[in-house]
Nanobody, 120 residues
Framework: VQLQASGGGSVQQTGGSLRLSCAVS????????MGWFRQDSGKEREFVAV??????AYTDSVKDRFTVSWDRAKNTVYLQMNSLKPEDTAVYYC???????????????WGQGTLVTVSS
């Protein structure tokens, strides 16, 4: 199983948007849990969002700003990020597992990470 994250970049002002993609190869989405995490330098990796079936969940700091979704035909998970803030700056990782979880330790497969930088 391979996860390929992409879509990161630099947003020059607060309030901008980016869409991250995570292309999954080697498995299908049926019975899968897909998560997004982020890690800023010097900090622990933190949960951002999770999707499984029609269920989604978000960390409080991104609720109403970020949306996780998937395109089964493309075997790709997306994280639409709106109203970006400087505190959203981090390397974002997608992950796949079998347990609906907010904890990184519960995920089995990880993408390589994509950097998001938001300047004020």
């Amino acid at each position: 199983v391979q996860l390929q994250a992409s879509g990161g970049g630099s947003v020059q002002q607060t309030g901008g948007s980016l869409r991250l993609s995570c292309a999954v190869s080697g498995r299908t989405f049926s019975n899968s849990v897909m998560g997004w995490f982020r890690q800023d330098s010097g900090k622990e990796r933190e949960f951002v969002a999770v999707i499984s079936g029609r269920s989604t969940a978000y960390t409080d700091s991104v609720k109403d700003r970020f949306t996780v979704s998937w395109d089964r035909a493309k075997n790709t998970v997306y994280l639409q990020m709106n109203s970006l803030k400087p505190e959203d700056t981090a390397v974002y990782y997608c992950a796949s597992g079998y347990k609906y979880s907010y904890f990184a330790r519960d995920y089995v497969y990880w993408g390589q990470g994509t950097l998001v930088t938001v300047s004020s």
